[in-house]
């Protein structure tokens, strides 16, 4: 474990860099100029004891040194989350950044803001923005880089406000984008002038091209979807079977492209282009040319933090081998994290960027270790284990976040990477090959024919797998404690496998023990707490009634529940250790021992609420509450009117509403 603490700098320092940007998000509002004072003065500091040459001193000036380091991630973060200023306008001009996207009933596409208009004034801003168009002939020609016009003022982002749902409006701001509108058919233009240029819009453009040679190869559905998304970083293509599917059996991570696709795209490279080294003055040629292949490759595919993880590491990898100086993983590790996190300090709260670096650290720490335990001579054999123990230690690092992000965990990972990851290699370079033999029509499309076809087998076997006994263990809750408490235990493993003392699996022990405990804990927690839940959903009207475990979904209206409306609750079984929830639809009625539904009225444990009746026809009883839109009223659908019921007459104004919409989810919890 000293690995991790002697010889490499960049651990250290990113480590203080972390701290420094967390601390920021958690600690926000520290005047500037006290920081930059603050930092000045600690390196003058750390001058002053770094000319003293005792251990003591030594000491002191790099624990200064890191103070210094983690006060500069405070500001680099502090200085990163600022939003933009908005200016509200008569008319606004923007360029699309990105291809339109189908939606369920819209076109969602990114926009940068890039001048707005008040009065005789023009303004020059730059703000990304959300816009959703209305699918017609003229937004569905839509394009990365087209100009647009229009009047309307953009909205700030906001969350439904569902119980335990997920933070978009967090999400967005995190990639600085604050603010969305919605743009119907005729109240905007396409302006003739195009877009600055943009490596961006550009790679957008080449990629559209690319993709567009699929299709004119007959690879389409399913095929597509996967295809796309594997080489090309394109995931708009799949539905939520596949992405079900693919995250049940735990081979999400081909779909998005990381380092097992830079690195196979590597291997290609170093493949095809190793005769440049052997050559006179080949050898920087040869690095030219792979690094940008490499970087293009991470634009083309969207610059996601995985890939730009694996970017920045195999260049450093690449630069190094040439020069002949050794890199030491840990420390290129390291300072690629750094660089990222100094450009945009946001990642450290990306899941992908989260995902992939723990995957990378337990690889790279645990596989020689595991790996050595068993020695096969013939070459297969040993590629399976070491392929089944690539597996078993990226699940070691990653596990504790995908229970805390995911709530699921796929119990034959391990299988479906024996399907996935080789079939890969070989899908990428022959997507690739497709593309580079389009103008050979018959070629291409002979290939696109057997990657189809082993599309189609690769998407059954893990289906099959999906199928299997116990395949995918659903509905896992634990909290922020509980996933320190799990990555403790990871570093409790990590002393264990050097050092082999059973002190170390004492603690691994201990640590699981608590973990198990704050369950139990949090389990019976729930188990006496009744509620009533009334969701916002634009679409529908959706109760949820828990009695400890045991839970009703009552759906007032005609309308099947959409996806968004079982997410939702899905969410609270998930958080609350709830059984399947048992549902309800209003107009048939209900009577059990928790539950009785007849005429508008709901009475559960005693408590009764009054949904969408009419003024005449109000029960002679008393309620909770009522969810309605009264007459008179001037109160939108959808209201929660907390008052005695029976004084509501023509005209009368509630104690005290509730407003779904812009309040988010009504809870009561008796």
């Not at 890039?114 to 937004?139: H, M, Q, W």
């Not at 957008?204 to 007959?218: G, P, V």
């Amino acid at each position: 474990m000293e690995k991790f603490t002697n010889g490499i700098p960049f651990f250290k320092i990113t480590v203080a860099f972390i701290t420094g940007i967390l601390a920021a998000n958690f600690l926000p509002g520290i005047p500037a100029y006290f920081l930059v004072s603050l930092v000045m003065a600690l390196i003058f500091l750390y001058i002053r004891i770094s000319r003293i040459k005792t251990t003591g001193s030594v000491c002191l000036a790099s624990a200064t040194l890191m103070l210094i380091v983690a006060l500069g991630g405070f500001i680099r973060r502090e200085t990163s989350v600022k939003a933009p200023a908005s200016y509200n306008g008569d008319c606004y001009h923007a360029f699309l950044t990105e291809y339109p996207v189908a939606k369920t009933n819209s076109l969602k596409a990114e926009l940068m803001l890039t001048e707005v208009v008040k009065g005789d004034s023009v303004f020059r801003v730059s703000e990304k923005i959300i816009a959703y168009f209305k699918p017609d002939s003229l937004s569905e020609k839509l394009a990365a880089g087209d100009r647009i016009l229009f009047k309307a003022i953009p909205e700030e982002i906001t969350n439904q406000g569902n119980p335990y749902e997920f933070d978009y409006k967090k999400y967005l701001s995190r990639k600085k984008i604050f603010r969305q509108i919605y743009l119907p058919s005729g109240k905007w233009l396409r302006a003739n002038t195009p877009a600055p240029f943009s490596p961006k819009i550009s790679a957008e453009k080449i990629r559209a091209r690319l993709l567009n040679i699929y299709r004119e190869n007959n690879i389409a559905d399913e095929q597509f979807a996967i295809l796309s998304a594997l080489t090309l970083g394109y995931k708009d293509a799949l539905n939520p079977e596949i992405k079900s599917v693919f995250a049940g059996t735990g081979a999400t991570h081909v779909l998005s492209v990381s380092g097992l696709h830079v690195g196979i795209i590597f291997l290609l490279l170093n493949v095809f282009l190793k005769p440049l080294k052997q050559g006179r003055g080949g050898r920087p040629v040869f690095v030219g040319l792979i690094l940008l292949s490499v970087w293009f490759y991470s634009l083309l595919t969207g610059f996601s933090p995985s890939v730009l993880r694996s970017a920045v590491m195999f260049s450093f990898i690449v630069v190094g081998e040439n020069m002949r100086k050794p890199t030491n993983i840990y420390n290129t590790l390291a300072l690629s994290a750094f660089i990222l996190l100094v450009i945009d300090p946001q990642l450290i709260f990306d899941i992908g960027c989260q995902l992939s670096y723990s995957a990378v650290l337990g690889i790279v720490y645990f596989h020689p270790k595991i790996y050595n335990l068993l020695h096969f001579r013939r070459w297969l054999p040993d590629q399976m284990w070491s392929l089944l123990v690539v597996s078993i230690t990226a699940q070691i690092t990653t596990f504790p976040l995908a229970l805390y992000y995911f709530n699921q965990f796929p119990v034959y990972f391990w299988l479906s990477n024996y399907i996935v990851v080789p079939a890969s290699f070989f899908l990428i370079f022959l997507g690739i090959t497709i593309i580079l033999l389009s103008p050979v029509h018959i070629l291409s499309s002979f290939l696109a024919k057997i990657v189809s076809y082993g599309l189609w087998i690769i998407y059954e076997l893990l289906e099959g797998i999906c199928q299997l006994p116990c395949s995918l263990i659903e509905n896992i809750s634990i909290d922020g404690l509980q996933l320190t408490l799990l990555f403790l235990s990871v570093i409790c493993a990590m002393y264990f496998t050097t050092k082999l003392k059973a002190n170390y699996l004492i603690g691994i022990i201990s640590l699981f023990i608590l973990f198990y405990g704050i369950n139990i804990f949090r389990k019976a927690a729930c188990s006496g707490e009744n509620e009533i839940i009334v969701y916002n959903s634009p679409e529908n009207t959706v109760l949820h009634l828990l009695k400890g475990r045991e839970n009703y979904v009552i759906f007032c209206d005609t309308v099947k529940p959409n996806p968004s409306e079982l997410t939702n609750i899905k969410n609270v079984q998930t958080a609350k250790f709830l059984k399947p929830p048992e549902f309800v639809q209003m107009n048939n009625g209900f009577e059990d021992k928790n539950l009785f539904i007849k005429n508008k009225v709901i009475s559960f444990l005693g408590e009764n609420i009054l949904v969408e009746p009419e003024e005449k026809n109000i029960p002679e009883i008393s309620f909770r509450f009522c969810l309605s839109e009264f007459p008179d009223t001037s109160l939108p659908r959808n209201t929660i009117i907390i008052s005695p019921v029976q004084r509501l007459k023509k005209g009368f104004v509630p104690d005290s509403v509730f407003l779904l919409k812009k309040e988010g989810a009504f809870r009561y919890i008796f």
